[in-house]
């Protein structure tokens, strides 16, 4: 009708994006716990650098690297070892993946921004036989466990990971020969094991008589005498006569109570 002001339709209210149905962005990085055990001294050790650029400038954390377009993230791994330490022999696992929203603070700038995965390594090397590269690196230093920083990141989460992980192998498998010299005394075994679990987990000659007593441990028939003590036997792992206990708990552990698992 004349005169009268048609009614507007009402308009629809957009939607709210769902936030769980927007795909993640993702760059993704390794990170290195790097262990060594520093024998002459009684200490477990792990690799740190300082950080050169933000975040978290002039802080400590674990050596660590994004990985590059046709990289491997093991490729990646060795590359970061081959940068930060010149070594011959390691061990080198994959560790875990940490993932969680909001572990780098570059994500907080935008929250569909580019979000930051951490695929750690645990790796252990010979102390004595590491040489630490500082090429434009003005902080890189061997830190005691016992004495380690707050870290950048989460990498102290990533580094109690890691030493769990590293406890864990030494029960069970031959990791702890990827680090001693080929030849090597059951003492120098025992203060590996020491120095990583501490004192209490067996006595030494509990801990002798059960690896002999397994059998992949070859006396080579050659002593070596250290300071004023008697020769002390140089043993050989054989790691074929070892192959009975691959992934079997607590091979290298003395409990009375696995005992009777093994022969």
Known sequence: MPGRTPKSTPKSTPKKPDDSAVLADFKVGVDNVIFSVDTAQNRLLVLLVMRQETPFLGQWSLPGTLVRQGESLEGAAYRMLSEKIRVENLYLEQLYTFGGPYRDPREEKNSFGVRYLSVSYFALVRFAEAELIADGVSGIAWYPLKQVPSLAFDHNEILEYGYRRLRNKLEYSPVAFD???????????YQLYTTVLGEDFSDYSNFRARLLKLGFLCD???????????????YRFDAEAFAPFKDKPLVFIYLPLYLSMYP
């Open 179 to 189: 680090v001693l010299p080929e030849l090597f005394t059951l003492s120098d075994l």
């Open 220 to 234: 080579t028939g050659v002593k070596v005498t250290r300071g004023a003590g008697r020769p002390a036997s140089l």
